[in-house]
């Protein structure tokens, strides 16, 4: 069993910067992969970014390449997003996932996934 808990989010103004991290328990955090999804209002929660277990390989949305970057630490049991150059449209609840596959946490197909945190808010204002 994996436990996740994000932290990070707030109120931020347009062109600033949050660094959210997710807190993973156990001692098997290296063998997932893990993702941030975002879910902003009224719509469906969304694809992010994503990172192999070991860190070498990284994958992202389209709408947020080149200003978002996914991290971890795996001595810490901990990933992280850094999120850059903030947009109004960037406002969602931000949640981390946790996955035996990379693969199904960047696929498109939307499958369900073996673990997710509680989400966290970030608001991006004009």
């Known amino acids: 069993q994996v436990q996740l808990v994000e932290s990070g989010g707030g109120l931020v103004q347009v062109g600033g910067s949050l660094r959210l991290s997710c807190a993973a328990s156990?001692?098997?955090?290296?063998?997932?992969?893990m993702g941030w999804f975002r879910q902003a209002p009224g719509k469906e929660r969304d694809f992010v970014a994503t990172?192999?277990?070991?860190?070498?390989?990284?994958y992202y949305a389209d709408s947020v390449k080149g200003r978002f970057t996914i991290s971890r630490d795996n001595a810490k049991n901990t990933v992280y997003l850094q999120m850059n150059s903030l947009k109004p449209e960037d406002t969602a609840v931000y949640y981390c996932a946790a996955d035996g596959s990379f693969l199904k946490i960047k696929s498109t197909e939307k499958p369900v996934l073996d673990y997710w945190g509680q989400g966290t808010q970030v608001t991006v204002s004009s």
């Open positions: 156990g001692r098997t955090f290296s063998r997932y992969a």
């Open positions: 990172i192999t277990g070991s860190g070498g390989v990284t």
